[in-house]
Nanobody
Framework: QVQLVESGGGSVQTGGSLTLSCAASGSIKPMGWYRQAPGKQRELVASITRGGTTNYADSVKGRFTISRDNAKNTAYLQMSSLKAEETAVYYC???????????????WGQGTQVTVSS
């Protein structure tokens, strides 16, 4: 089973930017970034196929960009114009993409905290 390690989390002010990285121990399949805020369910933020086809939650379209470097077995999530309500633990996952948007995770990273303060 592939191991995933996220990095890049931290604290940022409202309107700021952060880039998260997810390094995999082996060749990665479709990737997804999720987040889970306190007291809320984990939600899919963005996903990307091995070929680079992306999909985003409506709430982050135009502000977040998911990308990947297959040679480095690494996926990224560039986040800009961050809002306080996007404070959460962000997780990367590898799994399967079906159609244009459905992503089914099979392996998870340990998560990285993103805190957005006003």
């Amino acid at each position: 089973q592939v191991q995933l390690v996220e990095s890049g989390g931290g604290s940022v002010q409202t309107g700021g930017s952060l880039t998260l990285s997810c390094a995999a121990s082996g060749s990665i399949k479709p990737m997804g970034w999720y987040r889970q805020a306190p007291g809320k369910q984990r939600e899919l933020v963005a996903s990307i196929t091995r070929g680079g086809t992306t999909n985003y939650a409506d709430s982050v379209k135009g502000r977040f960009t998911i990308s990947r470097d297959n040679a480095k077995n690494t996926a990224y999530l560039q986040m800009s114009s961050l809002k306080a309500e996007e404070t959460a633990v962000y997780y990367c996952a590898t799994g399967f993409r079906y159609g244009t948007s459905r992503f089914v995770p099979s392996s998870w990273g340990q998560g990285t905290q993103v805190t957005v303060s006003s």
